[in-house]
């Protein structure tokens, strides 16, 4: 079993920045996958970010250039540094990894981004 916890959402003003966290229970190497995905109010869950096995990484296209994913191997974490924050940004971000075929989720931690 592998446990996730997200911290790091809050209120930011449009431009802003917000640093998301995800803390792993094991260490990260052996992680098929780790990434990052947003869910607004009505609509489904989507890619921000990712880092695969061997540590190529992924963006979905409307966080290009704004967001990087980063990793931590000693602290088991994996971070979401998010930049120039638009209102359409807002949603639950969840924290998901691929081990062994099974996939984990975190409890997710709310982004706002409003003036």
């Known amino acids: 079993q592998v446990q996730l916890v997200e911290s790091g959402g809050g209120l930011v003003q449009p431009g802003g920045s917000l640093r998301l966290s995800c803390a792993y229970s094991r260490s990260i190497f052996s992680f098929n996958a780790m990434g990052w995905y947003r869910q607004a109010p009505g609509k489904e869950r989507e890619l921000v970010a990712e880092i695969i096995s061997g540590g190529s990484t992924n963006y979905a296209d409307f966080v290009k250039g704004r967001f990087t994913i980063s990793r931590d191997n000693a602290l088991r974490t994996v971070y979401l540094q998010m930049n120039s924050l638009k209102p359409e940004d807002t949603a639950v971000y969840y924290c998901?990894?691929?081990?062994?075929?099974?996939?984990?989720w975190g409890q997710g931690t709310q982004v706002t981004v409003s003036s």
């Open positions: 998901k990894a691929v081990l062994f075929g099974s996939t984990y």
